[in-house]
């Protein structure tokens, strides 16, 4: 508001851009806010808003799940060792399983029957 008020000229946009770059009202869209997205996790309220973003073809009269495309009861040592997956990436899979690049929107009752499906089935 200050910016506009003070302008002296024509509508001061680059002014606004340049005052709300690096908070939560920014105007740009740019490498760091990529990132900022893919570090979004499972649970999250902003996570679901950006899967929404990612599925406008949904009917979302229905209820809809944040869903593990690989479901999280893989992530053990165990199961993935049992997968050959090599022991040096192992810490990496189990950290970051739930990260928004595996969550998917699914409807809610085929979300609760494929339960812990393996992502192949």
Do not use: A, W
């Not at 740009?28 to 499972?42: A, G, M, V």
């Not at 899967?51 to 993935?80: A, Q, W």
């Amino acid at each position: 508001r200050d910016i506009i008020k003070n302008r002296t000229s024509s509508f001061p946009l680059e002014k606004i851009i340049n005052k709300l770059r690096g908070t939560n009202k920014s105007l740009t869209f740019d490498k760091d806010e990529i990132e900022n997205i893919l570090s979004l996790k499972y649970g999250l309220s902003l996570t679901f808003s950006i899967l929404v973003l990612l599925y406008p073809m949904l009917d979302f009269r229905n209820e809809f799940h944040e869903d593990h495309i690989y479901p999280r009861s893989l992530f053990t040592k165990r199961k993935l060792l049992k997968r050959n997956v090599p022991k040096d990436e192992i810490y990496e899979c189990i950290e970051n399983y739930n990260y928004i690049g595996n969550i998917q929107l699914l409807e809610g009752n085929i979300n609760r029957q494929k339960l812990d499906t393996e992502f192949d089935k």
